[in-house]
Every structure is written in C-alpha cells, then in structure tokens.
C-alpha cells in the first residue's frame, strides 16, 4: 500500500510503500512511531499512525468506475433488448394476468 505523511520539518508530502492493508497492521507492524526520511529537506522525523494517510490509487479508482459505467450500461442494453425481443410475450401475459382478474372479479360478483 501507497502511503503519505507530511513532513513536519517542511510541510511536503513523504510518500513511501509499506506493506501493510491498513493503519492498524502499520502500527503493529511500525510501531507508534514511524521514521520517515524526507527527501525534499533532507531530515528524519517520527511519525505516528494517525498522522500517515493512505494515498489511493488513482488509477485504480479510474479503472473501477469504468468498469461500473460500462456495466450499467450493457446491462440497461442487454434488459431493453431481452424486453424488445419477447415483447409480445410481456404483452400476453399482461392481458392474461387482466382477463385473469377480472373473471375473479365476475365470478366474485356472481
Ligand atoms: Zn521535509
């Protein structure tokens, strides 16, 4: 996993990989405190769990609402085709369901 820290010294962001799945496996596996070495002002400094943040990745992110647009998409296609091709069916059995009803209703009645 991708993660980020601000560096305390400069205010940079410090990234580095570790790994681990989440804050928790990091602090166990770190410890409560975390050296960092940033590169941009050339010091160390500790940091703690609560202040490192995971970076997403975006291209993940990208990838995974592709793939959820893309498939709304085919499955309002592939449901608007199913209904245009057994339309008459749909249709048929609707009045069925109607006449259905309605000598329910008759016979109710009778
Ligand atoms: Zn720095």
Do not use: W
């Amino acid at each position: 996993m991708k993660l980020e820290s601000k560096c305390k010294n400069c205010g940079k962001y410090i990234e580095f990989t570790e790994n681990v799945s989440d804050r928790a496996e990091l602090s166990l596996e770190k410890g409560e405190n975390i050296e960092l070495f940033c590169k941009k002002c050339s010091t160390k400094s500790c940091h703690h769990p609560n202040d490192i943040n995971a970076k997403k990745n975006r291209v993940i992110s990208i990838i995974g609402f592709l793939i959820f647009v893309i498939g709304t998409i085919l499955i309002y296609h592939f449901i608007g085709e199913f209904y245009l091709e057994h339309k008459e069916q749909f249709e048929v059995k609707r009045t069925f369901l109607v006449l259905e009803n309605y000598s329910e209703h008759l016979q109710f009645h009778l």
